[in-house]
């Protein structure tokens, strides 16, 4: 599932973030990342957890935006 992140440069935060909380996280692209749970439960718990951390981390990062992006 892609996530956008509006400053490319915390996207190697965010990766390694996201891959401490049991995510598989690959950069693609400045401002991309390609974003799966270790353990799929269903894809609309995956988004629903995935959202979480997103928000999460987002807290830790004023000013930066994070979005799920359709496949």
């Known amino acids: 599932m892609p996530v956008r992140i509006?400053?490319?440069?915390?996207?190697p935060d965010?990766?390694?973030?996201?891959?401490?909380?049991?995510?598989?996280a690959v950069?693609?692209?400045?401002?991309?990342?390609?974003v799966l749970p270790?353990?799929?439960r269903s894809e609309r718990s995956d988004l629903?957890?995935?959202?979480?951390?997103?928000?999460a981390w987002l807290v830790d990062h004023p000013g930066v935006a994070a979005e799920l992006l359709e496949d």
């Open 6 to 11: 509006s400053d490319p440069a915390l996207v």
């Open 14 to 24: 965010l990766v390694e973030f996201l891959r401490r909380n049991a995510f598989l």
């Open 27 to 34: 950069r693609d692209g400045d401002d991309l990342i390609d």
């Open 38 to 40: 270790i353990r799929s």
């Open 48 to 55: 629903v957890r995935i959202g979480r951390y997103l928000d």
